[in-house]
């Protein structure tokens, strides 16, 4: 149930763009995505759901593929604060509150 | 501040004993989730609670259990520890199902 995510690392030159991929082999509800610094708790980034899109915040965006069970996170023009783990989480048709984290990405933005 | 606490935020204890994970949530919020996180993993899934009830259940070993308590706040006891519990724990709380999950800053057992 787990979901995968894609790349499992990423470096990144300030005002570089990345994208981030999660996919699940079940059918999602919806997908949670978090950014976590180190030593730090994980933080909320924004929420999509089944036949929606939400967006967070300026310049993170993402986008969810309902039919391929796919979520993607995009960061445009990085700085260096995106320096992070992010995790996508899932909750699969049936099981909603049943919030599953993938891996993480882990970041890097340099300057 | 994400308004839920964890305490204690660090935990020094010996194989073979029993802890209690105290976690209060956002004030309101009626669900609440642990995770587990070792060094370099992810955040793995124990279990969720809604209003009282426990509601998921992910890989939580038997030697692990938990409540949520009439005034919500959850408890998580860890028992005939090992090792290989080392790990930092994770509450979060939501507002109900499908809405975003507040992290608490986590408590930090080293089990030695």
């Known amino acids: 149930q787990q979901p995968v995510q894609s790349p499992q690392a990423v470096i990144l030159r300030e005002g570089e763009d990345a994208v981030i991929n999660c996919s699940s082999s079940?059918?999602?509800?919806?997908v949670h995505w978090y950014r976590q610094k180190h030593g730090e708790a994980p933080v909320f980034l924004m929420i999509?759901?089944?036949?929606?899109e939400q967006k967070g915040h300026d310049k993170i965006s993402a986008s969810f593929n309902e039919k391929k069970q796919q979520s993607s996170l995009y960061l445009t023009a990085s700085q260096l604060s995106y320096s992070g783990t992010y995790f996508c989480?899932?909750?699969?048709?049936?099981?909603?509150?049943?919030?599953?984290f993938g891996k993480g990405t882990k970041l890097s933005v340099k300057p | 501040d994400s308004g839920v606490t964890q305490t204690p935020k660090h935990l020094i204890t010996a194989t073979g004993q029993r802890v209690t994970l105290r976690c209060s949530p956002r004030?309101?919020?009626?669900?609440v989730y642990w995770y587990q996180q070792s060094l370099d993993q992810g955040l793995q899934f124990l279990i969720q609670?809604?209003?009282?009830?426990?509601?998921a259940k992910g890989n939580i070993l038997e030697r692990f259990s938990a409540q949520q308590f009439p005034d919500l706040h959850s408890e998580l006891n860890l028992s005939s520890l090992e090792l290989g519990d080392s790990a930092l724990y994770f509450c979060?709380?939501?507002?109900?199902?499908?809405?975003?999950?507040?992290f608490g800053q986590g408590t930090r057992l080293t089990v030695v």
């Open positions: 979060a709380s939501s507002a109900t199902l499908n809405t975003e999950a507040f």
């Open positions: 079940k059918a999602l509800y919806s």
């Open positions: 999509l759901l089944k036949g929606g």
């Open positions: 989480g899932t909750e699969i048709v049936g099981s909603q509150g049943n919030l599953i």
């Open positions: 004030s309101g919020d009626l669900s």
């Open positions: 609670y809604y209003n009282g009830e426990e509601r």
